[in-house]
């Protein structure tokens, strides 16, 4: 099984951006934990991150036919996007949205989000465990 992790926007700054929220890990930290973590328990992953919307649509369109699943965090854009939103729509890819912090309950405009609507899976406030809980979700539904 092969999964897409993509990040949004900011997070090439974890451990350094509001630690508050974010922790002290660095993005570097978050992939080596992931690498750990998938292959572990044998799943394939790749990475991508970027801090720009279109980007961030090319990367899920590039999953289509290619991969079995996406996390993603889309950062600031989970609360703007439609375009991501309709990206996850267009390739039916199984998705899972992740977020470090508890979106839910910060600020009102970070309740909004255009593409949980298209994931089968929304974590969100478990720290970057959340990638590792949405890695093993799209495993499992794999196996059924
Ligand atoms: C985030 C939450 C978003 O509101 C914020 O804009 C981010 C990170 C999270 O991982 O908690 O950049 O997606």
């Keep these: 099984m ?13 451990g350094i951006r509001e630690p508050k929220h974010y922790g002290k890990e660095t993005y570097a930290d978050l992939l080596d934990k992931i690498q750990k ?12 991150q970027s801090n720009h919307e279109g980007d961030l649509v090319d990367y899920i369109h590039s999953a289509y036919q290619s991969f079995d699943g996406i996390v ?21 890819v199984p998705t899972v949205e992740v977020h470090i ?5 910060r600020e009102d405009f970070r309740k909004i989000s255009y593409i949980r609507a298209a994931c089968v899976l929304t974590i969100s406030g478990h720290g970057t465990n959340g990638y590792l809980e949405a890695i093993d979700y799209l495993a499992q539904g794999d196996n059924q």
């Design 2 to 14: 092969k999964i897409l992790i993509i990040n949004g926007p900011n997070l090439n700054m974890l």
């Design 37 to 48: 973590h998938a292959d572990s328990i044998g799943i394939t992953v790749e990475f991508r």
């Design 72 to 92: 993603i965090n889309p950062g600031a854009y989970t609360h703007t996007s439609i375009a991501i939103l309709d990206a996850v729509k267009a390739v039916a």
């Design 101 to 105: 912090s508890d979106v839910n309950s």
